[in-house]
């Protein structure tokens, strides 16, 4: 039996804290904030998908940095086993739209809710308002850690923070990444992991709503577009994203699903060239050739109807304006005057309505946190260092990361569990 310290209440140290209680170790979690699962609790607009009901495929397709490493972590602690899991807690789930998993309640505190009664029962002994400032190591071996305790908020109640020290034969850094900084994801751990000779590899939010560079684009704010293609291009004409579903204008660019998940596949060009070149093709169902079709019919139902009253029929409201204006088409000109020429130049705008990229909203709006430690200096089959004997990592703090749909939450819950587990006796 070891005595194991897990550092962060999250998603990935709540499952390594359950996973090496459950072989049998003595666990200390320790958590900085007043709660476990902070950041759980705003997950899917506080409904928390918490995982996706794909079978291993889509699951490892999902994955956007080293689904290799995952191998073990995901065959170790699958989706179903997740959901299984949760059964046993007795928390319900259901699936819904894409295959996302989320309880029956609608309330994120129920995944919390049932991870901490688990914990409790295994015995675990949860801190909070611990906070670990550094980590411990001899002759390459991890030893323990020290850190402050503040009681209940410390000095807003009168008590002065109090350093502590611990002991351990292991520690499972599962501390988070730097999204949602208000839930305590502050990056701490990647000072921890590089101070112990780690590498990081540089670190971006993901998951994260675009600003672009037009003004008629926050000019469509509220504005949500269902069943639409979007693409994204690089200078030279790449392809670096292509998807369909569902997307947002705002007051500062672009939001929602199809947008988060292209904002992690394309970091890297946004980051070189500044500028990426997206267009949304807003009749994906229908070819050039039929929507000009459709087009010749709503003109010729309309012939002395001015044009932006036509096309009315063809676009959400607060999209007439700006096509319109794109088109170059007069909006008071009547229907019967307009050109094949300036028809076909409308049914182009429609099949890719066009915008720029040219920046994210940051980490305070970011649901996950692209890179972080670097997986070649994790063994992939336990999760422990390379480095340090005895260290072992879970969760966002590892350069791994998906698309939307609860598969950052099951990599979370996979690596949590290989870490817990893969703890010597």
Avoid at 20 to 46: D, F, P, Q
Avoid at 93 to 109: C, L, M, Q, T, Y
Wanted: aromatic content about 8%; glycine content about 10%.
């Amino acid at each position: 039996m070891s005595n194991v310290i897990v550092v962060g209440g999250g998603a990935g140290g709540m499952m390594a804290a359950l996973s090496a209680a459950s072989c049998g170790h003595t666990v200390t979690l320790l958590e900085k904030n007043e709660k476990l699962g902070k950041k759980i609790y705003i997950t899917g607009k506080g409904r928390c998908n918490f995982t996706n009901a794909c079978d291993m495929d889509q699951l490892f397709a999902a994955v956007v940095s080293n689904p290799k490493f995952l191998y073990s972590a995901f065959y170790g602690c699958d989706n179903r086993q997740v959901m299984d899991l949760f059964s046993e807690m007795g928390m319900d789930w259901k699936i819904e739209r894409g295959n996302r998993v989320f309880p029956v309640s609608d309330h994120a505190s129920d995944i919390t809710g049932a991870l901490e009664r688990r914990l409790k029962m295994l015995g675990v002994a949860i801190r909070l308002f611990s906070e670990v400032t550094e980590i411990e190591t001899s002759d390459g071996k991890v030893t323990g850690v020290r850190g402050i305790r503040r009681s209940g908020g410390g000095h807003s109640k009168g008590k002065p923070a109090e350093s502590f020290s611990m002991c351990c034969d292991a520690l499972i850094l599962a501390t988070g990444g730097c999204s949602y900084p208000t839930t305590g994801s502050t990056g701490d751990g990647y000072r921890f992991a590089e101070t112990t000779g780690h590498r990081i590899v540089p670190v971006r939010p993901a998951l994260v709503p675009l600003v672009t560079k037009e003004t008629y684009i926050p000019a469509m704010q509220g504005l949500s577009l269902k069943n639409v293609s979007l693409t994204i291009k690089n200078r030279k004409g790449k392809v670096l994203y292509q998807d369909f579903g569902e997307m947002l204008f705002t007051h500062f660019g672009v939001s929602g699903p199809l947008v988060l998940s292209a904002s992690s596949v394309i970091g890297d060009a946004l980051e070189q060239e500044k500028e990426l070149f997206a267009c949304i093709d807003l009749k994906p169902a229908l070819s050039l050739d039929q929507l000009q079709d459709r087009l010749l019919r709503e003109f010729g139902s309309n012939p002395n109807r001015h044009f932006a009253n036509v096309v009315r029929s063809l676009l959400p409201a607060k999209m007439v304006p700006c096509a319109v204006k794109l088109c170059g088409i007069p909006e008071d000109k009547v229907v019967h005057d307009i050109t094949k020429e300036e028809r076909m130049e409308f049914c182009r705008i429609l099949k890719a309505f066009p915008f720029t990229i040219c920046g994210t909203r940051g980490f305070g709006e970011a649901i996950i946190t692209q890179g972080g430690v670097c997986v070649k200096d994790v063994n992939p089959s336990t999760m422990e260092s390379k480095k340090v004997k005895g260290l072992y990592f879970a969760g966002e703090m590892l350069d791994l990361d998906a698309v939307t749909g609860g598969y950052n939450l099951q990599i979370a819950w996979s690596t949590g569990y290989l870490a817990g587990e893969s703890i010597p006796w």
